[in-house]
């Protein structure tokens, strides 16, 4: 599994990452360092295929870099507890509930000021009048 045939372009193909951010991923050690061909371009194996694809899916769950750091250590220590995970996740959970609670408040506001429209022109824009004053 450790065979190193992937090149950064097809790497990127296969995990949907674009190169650029796969070289920053290795340049802040969440990706090891590649090995190089003799003509001297970046060689992956599928081990990191599978730990980009890590990152890839951590990310789009919202966990921040230094997590997915986090995340990672704890995965590459197989014969650890899984308690630090649960504990990391359960963060990661806290926040986005935190987060909904926000947008919802906002979809409130929003509303709201939807409903204050009576059409008619900009200078009677009670929604205009809304947003310039202090809350």
Known sequence: MHKNNHTIGQLADRTGIKPVTIRYYEKIGLL???????SGY??????????????????????SLGDIRELLSLADSQQESCAGVDAKVEQQLEQVRS???????MEQELKRLSACCAGGVIMDCRIIETLSCEA
């Open 99 to 105: 987060r909904l609670k926000d947008l919802r408040a």
């Open 42 to 63: 970046r060689l992956y194996s599928d081990t990191d295929h599978f730990r980009l694809l890590f990152i890839r899916r951590s990310r789009a769950l919202g966990f």
């Open 32 to 38: 090891p360092e590649a090995t190089r061909s003799e």
